[in-house]
């Protein structure tokens, strides 16, 4: 990352500015450190405050820890507006708005009740853990699933919209044939359980009971065990294509000497694009 | 879609095929997005209305919205009839069936009680969403995934016959082994308790008791692990063909005219093999 | 199939013969469709007579269909003895095993009571279905899916030990945590569960209570979720391979035309057996 | 395996290092057999002791069995010490580990109740079968496996890393949305339900009841269903790549001396680039 050029406090903003945003200092690193280790343990605390028994012996630990580590946030949260040269553009990027949500609910729960949970949206923040990981290969492995599932992205919306049309039609099906007592007491209902089907999560908390319901469903079943091949099949086409294109990226052994282009195939005798010999 | 020849109302009926066939112009355009509107409001609304809290809050409202919408559909389906050049080829095609099946459900309930629920067979008309996604790409998807999976139908076939004789099989011998007190109260039942295990549903409703049991279905678990990779690799194999396929098809316009040789890549600018120019 | 040479009897037997065996007259398919009619037959009835309801109202139906069916088996059986030039290979081959098995239990009931659910064996003899599909794309696809499947045996071997070995080490473990209280009453009892959990079958009907048990069956489930890609890879791989060699063997468009050498690359110059030009 | 060099007793280490840890001579094959069968017996006898019924019936049976397996195993082990050159480097290897954690929890019940079901580590001795099982195959299929998923071993830790905040967020807004009256009590408990449902286990201890929960249990699982596409691609993906590998490196031998071009069928006999002989 490039240092940027600030107007008001510009060498304060400067060094705060390597340690806040900056992994490659040492100073860098011990702050995000810090703030992974801060991450973690706020939303530790958050999931044990949930569970009863702890909630009730640990009452102001709980307290106590919740709003320190809000004020934690907050200053860190503010810290990042200062030191940024474009506040606007921080704010609005996807760890902007994450950092804000993640000191809000806090201070909302000053006004109403119910709203401690959201500071889950702090578990969005240990994405951050990927900018620790600068080991390089993290990185270039979750570039390389991430443009596999940009690329299928049109194949997998025509296939959830394939698969949600035949959990609706079967699904009311189902709600005819089998009627309230098996539990299939309305339409949606019908649907969720033919979704819980034909994923084969199966909960068993609706499941057909005359034999007609059966033959049906265990129909719905073979075709959600023929129909789990097509994401697969998909995702590991676009997978053996984007690992094929970032290997012939890489293999720079077969660079033109004339106009330096790389990738060619291993096979090929001329540049295929200024026609010198390989 | 070329436009047709008329006989009768020559000038009337091809600008209305235009607006209800056609995409491309904006009253065409128009035309389909009101339309999918009004089918996703009437699937909605048959939903909803099976929900007993919804039936009797808001039964007026159910009972109106479905004739308006019935009424809308017939008209649409009169319509797409008075203006195809060929009325019969329509009313026969996969979409004039499903026009026709749209609306004939409320007129029924009017003679007989329960019919109410074909209704939902307007979801297929959901299918017409595509014509709108003129992007191309949407199309282009789902080609190579139908081209895919009609290319391994043979081998899904063989594979479904092999799951079902399992599936036959083992029921018939947890039959014989649990019986009657842990649910296997009949051979179909058992059957379609295999079904559910092999393809990892696993409701609960019918579980083995005895150990034996037990370890037989424990086997039955393991062989549909390892059966579920079969149509997986059927059809990533498939889709890879497919996907190899069209990708050589549109690139096999560059084919070398000094050597023939075909199958450059896109940003081939010489012949790989003789260096002259594409 | 080769008419056999036959010492008693020799016209009538080879008349026979053609009619039992083969498939290509019109006597012999006739055979075939009525044998498979009574097959399919034969295993509803038995299917059918294994509920409650039926097989208290069609108690003689059932009787008599049973010995009808019965009599006609053994009468094929003992005919496909006596046409075949080698009873003995017949009688020893996998058919020739199911058809005695289709035959024996109802005779065992004679003597034995419930033997007669053994007469589900029959329901193997549907295997002869692929013989009338003289189609020649069935037993293809079938090659193909089984060559796949042979060559994967040693990996898939070694998988299901693994796979095993995990459940056992993980099924003692919930053992010591969870105890009795939660369905894990003996260490058999929570192998089967971790099978259970592995496969994602997930009946529900063991199912961890205590924090610690959801913890460990949480990864275990994790686990689980990531090895099924193994055997979906190691099949997918292997169809592909398959189906490559396959498919090189049947392109004889790349015939050397000086050695007669089939299966070249698209890309070679030269025949990689003689040298000459392709 | 060389044989070592001792210094006390020479003759007699050597020749028991022979038949204890050498798989070649028949002596050395025999031993592992019997070992192997005292493992699985000892581990079979833990398992059964576990059921209620065996252990109040056969009570003095398991108790002998279990000192005698383990005597046995004490035995063995310090043999293993005092043949081996290297003591400590057995000491720490892993099979020196499993091989002491298999003899002290029998040691550890004269002291303290429970410790005799860690006995059941002893299963992990199994793994010793593959140094049997000197076919190569079996060796070669496991290292295939090994490397593809080594290979793999960072996009897996992304993906597990990416479902695991995907359960925890789906957890929470569940538990925000259902509560308690349907199983979810707590946040961990909750996000277990996201675990059991995101893996398509499916239990059906926790299920949602309200409309809202089932429509985001719905979204779940069809996510569910689209990502455990993307382990399967991974692993196909590498292990299609280290079985190529693989290929490669055994026909490496293959290179034309002329013009220098690997990659050559193992059937061929010319240089397909350039037709010199190979």
């Not at 990226?249 to 282009?261: D, F, M, R």
């Amino acid at each position: 990352m490039s240092e940027p050029q600030f107007k008001h406090f510009p060498q304060l903003r400067q060094k705060l500015f390597v340690v806040v945003f900056g992994t490659e200092t040492r100073a860098g690193k011990l702050f995000d450190i810090i703030l992974l280790w801060a991450i973690v343990l706020s939303v530790l605390s958050v999931m044990l405050e949930s569970v009863k028994e702890f909630r009730e012996t640990y009452d102001t630990i709980f307290f106590v820890s919740e709003w320190l580590f809000t004020i934690l946030f907050t200053v860190e949260y503010l810290l990042r507006i200062f030191i940024t040269a474009q506040p606007k553009k921080y704010i609005f990027s996807f760890f902007g708005i994450v950092d804000l949500l993640a000191t809000l609910p806090t201070y909302l729960t000053l006004f109403m009740v119910g709203g401690s949970y959201l500071v889950v949206i702090r578990s969005l923040r240990l994405l951050r853990i990927f900018r620790i990981l600068k080991l390089g290969r993290y990185l270039r492995e979750a570039s390389v699933l991430s443009n596999a599932l940009a690329a299928s992205r049109y194949k997998i919306f025509v296939f959830l919209g394939a698969v949600f049309t035949l959990a609706m039609i079967m699904g009311t099906l189902m709600y005819m044939i089998e009627g309230g007592e098996s539990g299939f007491t309305s339409i949606p209902r019908s649907i969720y359980w033919a979704i819980v089907t034909i994923t084969t999560v199966g909960y068993g908390d609706i499941a057909p009971q005359t034999v007609l319901g059966q033959a049906f469903a265990s129909m719905l079943m073979l075709m959600g065990y023929a129909i789990i091949a097509v994401p697969t099949g998909i995702v590991t086409s676009e997978i053996a294509q984007a690992e094929k294109n970032q290997r012939k990226t890489e293999s720079s052994g077969k660079e033109c000497v004339a106009c330096g282009k790389k990738g060619h195939d291993h096979d090929a005798i001329f540049c295929k694009n200024c026609s010198a010999k390989l």
